[in-house]
């Protein structure tokens, strides 16, 4: 299994661009996140997915948009690109299944892509 | 969910035990205490986690408090990769809670020769 995958590694952004972040897990684990983390900050949660067709906002949703078509895959938005969005940015996946006492959701995360926005 | 307390960095040496220590004295009794760490430019990796018992894999032990209010990681003998930013979260173990992992500021661990 390769696990979670992003492409790209790195990008630059000129404000305003948009421009697709991909994610793909091959666990086939039913929930998928994005985050976003800043310099020497934690991690952010911007939106996850409890399955295909069903996504919500996290933390910091503004300025992304997601999708889940697929239980696979969950690519990231960014439409109007700002410096604000210069990040690097981890996609994640669980099996989260279980009652309370045998609770699973173990988040597995790809290597990050590196965002600049100039 | 509750809020973690954590020092800011500790040292230990290689081939030593590693004691990172947590507080979560808001600590409800369907929260449980998950381990993840950061290695610099990496994704977040899962260690361990636990509700009230103590827990033990391949990676590290997990120690919890009687009152569940702290607990302590350990990595039993550190080697100069487990040099890494080490986040305690507390979180609510239901499917329908949102999901988010809260990361706090963590420890940063550093190993030495």
């Known amino acids: 299994n390769a696990g979670v995958t992003q492409t790209p590694k790195f990008r630059i952004l000129k404000i305003g661009q948009s421009m697709t972040l991909q994610c793909t897990q091959d666990?086939?684990?039913?929930?998928m996140y994005w985050y976003r983390q800043d310099p020497g900050m934690g991690l952010k949660l911007i939106y996850y997915s409890v399955g295909a067709g069903i996504t919500d906002k996290g933390e910091v949703p503004n300025g992304y948009n997601v999708s889940r078509s697929t239980t696979e895959d969950f690519p990231l938005r960014l439409e109007l690109a700002a410096p604000s969005q210069t990040s690097v940015y981890f996609c994640?996946?669980?099996?989260?299944?279980?009652?309370?006492?045998?609770?699973?959701?173990?988040?597995?995360f790809g290597p990050g892509t590196r965002l600049t926005v100039l | 969910d509750a809020k973690t307390t954590q020092p800011t960095s500790m040292d230990c040496a290689e081939g030593r035990a590693a004691n990172l220590p947590c507080n979560h004295s808001?600590?409800?009794?369907?929260?449980?205490v998950y381990w993840y760490r950061q290695i610099h430019s990496q994704g977040p990796q899962y260690i361990i986690h636990g509700l009230k018992n103590n827990e033990t894999n391949e990676m590290a032990s997990l120690i919890i408090t009687e009152d569940r209010k702290s607990s302590t990681l350990i990595l039993p003998h550190a080697t100069l990769r487990d040099t890494a930013v080490y986040y305690c979260?507390?979180?609510?173990?239901?499917?329908?809670?949102?999901?988010?992992?809260?990361f706090g500021g963590g420890t940063r661990l550093m190993v030495k020769p």
């Open positions: 979260i507390v979180r609510v173990a239901d499917e329908n809670a949102g999901n988010m992992l809260t």
């Open positions: 808001t600590i409800s009794g369907n929260e449980y």
């Open positions: 666990m086939n684990h039913n929930y």
């Open positions: 994640a996946s669980s099996l989260t299944s279980g009652r309370p006492s045998s609770f699973t959701d173990t988040q597995y």
